[in-house]
């Protein structure tokens, strides 16, 4: 057992640290307020082009092989890159779909071609990916999903509908799980296509959220046309392609989610400072100690568990289904740091953006709102609970 | 960085898992908890052969020189088995404190004993008053010829009753500071003046005593190391009991989890396996989180011990804090989730519960370890 950093690791923590303190933007914390949690709409461009920034430096995709645009390194170093990002609080990557699940994926699963098409242009951020799995009728359930592709020629034509899909409005690219074989058992007929979301019969209408944003969408399909080129890991597999996407989400949450925490964290801890109770600072009140505390307490934790799982992954495993362990603890960590935040202000965490007595010009109120999806997206709590019971545990099936 | 054991760690814990698997079942831990010292003398020496009590302990004082990340392989398997006894008084309270304040006479009086299984020590710091910090310890020790003379009572003493020494705190200064004027002196069984009494504990596999001290006087060389400097050795020992009770207390909920697992894979209702439902499947989910966090933060600190770094003590406070409401918390689960069996006397599940009771108690419960938190990260 040893946490120490080898020379090598540690000059590429200085390499990225200096970096981060060179090219960071000064006004970036300003203009998203600490504590936020996740690109609005507003910051999109500013997103687009740090995540561009990121990569001609060098620190995108390093864990991905060099033929196809990563820099061939260990999760090591992307964790150290992580950590790194936390400290500086610097800003999210903004094609994180594409970074944590869509690339992966395609080099697990594409063709040559495939591997030498899509990748490079994720990291770049020159295209941007969503995720088409979640439909109207089929969200934890999602092999009952009802999309269609069906063969015409060389091409497949899908119709049907997704929704919850988080950047549609921006993306170029959807990982498209849609049914090809109707009369097999739910998921033996379902196929994993790319689609490209510039297609005629793609349409994609904002879905306004609980936060008044309208970061996620419906998208329909109507006689889209989808090459068959376009099909990854083959004809009908497509349950265990998106699987693996899945498992790959929850690891890239792992280091991300981390990351935020900690970030969000800080920016907790700096409101209670500047927060007074009983005319003193609120870190002074027993009660506000012992919750930030508990919270300081789990975000170490969660890190120190992502680190026992990365040991594996150094070691050659492969992502399992502890990962959804992990989504589970983030997701109660922060919805907690989320309700402190707002019991720390009191009446105030009534007064939203645009009101001159709003605190930090409403940003936690945003931030509480949308960390109600937590549990939800990317599998809900109860979905992981199964999973750990089922395939970590070992218990029966219901 | 590597996160994981290596191959002499895994050697242990399989060794440790067999041995107590074959010598400390639970009708063995039953068999000695009913008794008052906790222990046979024959599982004692076998323990001792193993090199267990002198694991932590230099070469030099018949140890094996091993770290806090190799004991916490060892704490593990006894607390999946709670094997009762002196072992925890003995060698990480006791030995300890040798080792952290005793000079280098008293190292080599007591710790090749330690290690070898010849003696048994334990520590007393904590009196009635059961204050954590520097500031509980009043037990007065005044000047008398070349010596001290020592008066006052110590409360939650491991194993006093069956020590062949014990390490007292006392005050022999005060001063703004409460840290300042803490001794340490050892102090052999027998000694005029001191009495032990056992006190019934709801955790009967772990013994605790009453130590009185009445004007129980001490030459010079019971002194450990300079008087007044004895806080700092004492924390450093506290710290590392600690790390090695969250050990134990891992160890103790990962087999609860399994006990639970398995019973609900076989345990049948309304015609199904009581795992298929979710009411139980979930709470199970959640025992494992616990139990794995549990294990991240404990390593962490005991890395965090051998290694000597700055955020020593954060990582001990962080892991009491979070390893002492997961314990309760996974054995009340495993109570619950067994229903009306779980409840027995029969059923092993109390001595888990109990266990992780009396534990969320010994060296500072999880509020007072967040505070300790939050002082450290400067809130």
Known sequence: MDFAL??????????????????????????????????????????????????????????????????????????ILQEQIALAKAPPVLNILAIGMAGPTIIAYGTEEQKRRYPAKMLSCEEIWCQGYSEPNSGSDLASLQTRAEKVGDHY????????????????????????????????????????????????????????????????FDNVKVPEANILGGLNNGWAVGMTTLMYERLALGFGLQVRLRIALDGLVDLAKRTKKNGAPATQDPNVRQKLAQLWIDTEVFKYTGARAITKLLKGELPGPEASAGKMMWVEGHQRLQELAMELQGPYAQLGRGSQWAVDGGVWQYSFLRSRANSIEGGTTEIQKNIIGERVLGLPKG | ?????????????????????????????????????????????????????????????????????????????????????????????????????????????????????????TLAWMEPSAEMGARGITLQATAKGAGFQLSGTKLFVHDAHTADVIVVAARTSSGRNPEDGVSLFLVPKGTPGMSVTLLPTMDQTRKLCEVGLKDVVLGAEALMGQAGSGWAPLAR???????????????????????????????????????????????????????????????????????????????????????????????????????????????????????????????????????????????
Not at chain 1, 63 to 79: A, H, I, N, S, V
Not at chain 2, 283 to 293: G, P
């Open chain 2, 237 to 379: 020992v506290i710290d590392r009991a600690t790390v090695a009770l969250c050990a134990e207390m891992c160890g103790g909920a990962q087999k609860v989890l399994e006990m639970t697992v398995e019973y609900a894979k076989i345990r049948q209702a309304f015609g199904r396996p009581i795992g298929s439902y979710q009411g139980v499947k979930h709470k199970a989910a959640d025992m494992l989180v616990d139990v794995e966090n549990s294990k991240s933060i404990t390593y962490y600190a005991a890395w965090a011990m051998d290694e000597g770094v700055p955020e020593g003590q954060l990582a001990v406070s962080m892991a009491k804090a979070y390893v002492s409401d997961a314990y309760r918390r996974v054995s009340g689960a495993g109570i619950q989730l067994h229903g009306g069996i779980g409840f027995t006397w029969e059923h092993d599940l109390h001595l888990y519960f109990k266990r992780a009771k009396g534990s969320e108690f010994t060296f500072g419960d999880a509020t007072w370890h967040r505070e300790r938190v939050a002082q450290l990260v400067n809130l």
């Open chain 2, 1 to 121: 960085m590597n996160f994981g054991f290596n191959e002499e760690q895994e050697l242990l814990r399989s060794t440790a898992r067999k041995f107590f698997d074959n010598e400390c079942a639970s009708v063995t831990v039953r068999k000695l908890m009913d008794g008052p010292e906790g222990m046979t003398p024959d599982l004692w020496k076998k323990m001792a052969e193993q090199g267990w009590t002198g694991l932590i302990f230099a070469e030099e004082h018949g140890g094996m020189g091993l770290g806090f990340v190799d004991l916490v392989v060892l704490m593990e398997e006894m607390g999946r088995a709670v094997v009762p006894g002196p072992f925890f008084s003995t060698v990480l309270l006791g030995g300890l404190a040798v080792r952290e304040a005793g000079t280098d006479v008293q190292k080599k009086a007591w710790l090749p004993k330690i290690s070898s299984g010849e003696a048994r020590a």
């Open chain 1, 6 to 79: 080898t020379p090598e690791q540690t000059s590429f923590r200085e390499e990225v640290r200096s970096w981060l303190a060179k090219n960071l933007p000064k006004d970036w914390s300003d203009r998203m307020r600490v504590g936020s949690d996740v690109p609005r709409p507003e910051v999109y461009d500013f997103l687009r082009k740090w995540q561009r920034k990121m990569y001609e430096a060098g620190f995108m995709g390093l864990t991905w092989p060099k033929d196809y645009g990563g820099r061939g390194l260990t999760f090591m170093e992307e964790m």
């Open chain 1, 157 to 220: 034509v899908v119709n049907g509908q997704k929704v919850w899909t988080s950047i549609a409005h921006q993306a170029d690219w959807m990982m498209l799980l849609a049914r090809t074989d109707t009369k097999a058992d739910k998921h033996k007929g379902i196929t994993y296509f790319l689609l490209d979301m510039h297609s005629p019969g793609v349409t994609v209408k904002p879905l306004k959220q609980i936060t008044g944003d309208d970061e996620f969408s419906e998208v329909y």
